[in-house]
């Protein structure tokens, strides 16, 4: 089935420092997604994107859809205590089964004060 | 508005004991799925339900049972629970499959299998 390559697998950064993250796969998606994951509680939607080329912003996120639709990043400028979390690419198809969310394994984020 | 509602919040089974694991959310939605989480991996689908009496297969049925007798409700059920099954299961709900704003996950079960 389709996977994600999601890196790095974790960071750990001094508040203010910016953050990268990304996301690349061998199959076209029509939508990439990416959510956050905090201890006990299921993922929430942080930004979606629609179209290749796309450029999104959500405060101090920004994620883009890349050209190809087989990859995207997401940029957290200015980090904060409580950006720590697990930050979770996704992808999706429309129709059937397809339509459902494909994951990648996760960006675990610590954020030092 | 509760959103999706999981139940238990965390469960001990033992190897070839049975349990449900229940989803009801209170949107109307359609659509509902089944997600398991394994310790340093994302999610991966087990079961979804496109509307009341209508499920199918997702990446990793085996193991698991679900209906869909209503929409609100899609239960899970472990008939015979084994070590591989312990993870943390979350339940989402959408109105329609192409809307992922409309995506909303529930705050999981953990279950452990010993």
């Known amino acids: 089935g389709q996977q994600l390559n999601q890196s790095p697998q974790s960071m750990f950064i001094q508040e203010g420092e910016d953050v990268s993250m990304n996301c690349t796969s061998s199959?076209?998606?029509?939508?990439w997604l990416w959510y956050k994951q905090e201890p006990g509680e299921g993922p929430v939607l942080l930004i979606a994107?629609?179209?290749?080329?796309e450029l999104t912003s959500n405060g101090r996120l920004t994620a883009q859809f890349g050209i190809t639709r087989k990859d995207s990043f997401l940029n957290i400028s200015a980090s904060i205590p409580s950006d720590v979390g697990i930050y979770f690419c996704?992808?999706?198809?429309?129709?059937?089964?397809?339509?459902?969310?494909?994951f990648g394994k996760g960006t675990k984020l610590s954020v030092k004060p | 508005n509760a959103g999706v509602t999981q139940t238990p919040k965390f469960r001990i089974l033992k190897i070839g004991q049975s349990m449900t694991l229940q989803c009801a959310q209170d949107?109307?939605?359609?659509?509902m799925y089944w997600y398991r989480q394994d310790p340093g991996m994302g999610l991966k689908l087990i079961y979804y339900?496109?509307?009341?009496?209508?499920?199918d297969k997702g990446e990793v049925p085996n193991g698991y049972n679900v209906s869909r007798s209503t929409t609100e409700d899609f239960p899970l059920r472990l008939e015979l629970a084994a070590p591989s099954q312990t993870s943390v299961y979350f339940c989402?709900?959408?109105?329609?499959?192409?809307?992922?704003?409309?995506?909303?996950f529930g705050s999981g079960t953990r279950l452990t299998v010993v």
């Open positions: 339900s496109v509307g009341a009496g209508i499920t």
């Open positions: 199959s076209i998606f029509n939508t």
């Open positions: 994107l629609y179209k290749a080329g």
């Open positions: 949107m109307n939605h359609n659509y």
């Open positions: 989402a709900s959408s109105s329609r499959q192409g809307e992922v704003n409309g995506y909303t």
């Open positions: 996704a992808g999706q198809n429309y129709g059937g089964s397809q339509g459902n969310l494909i």
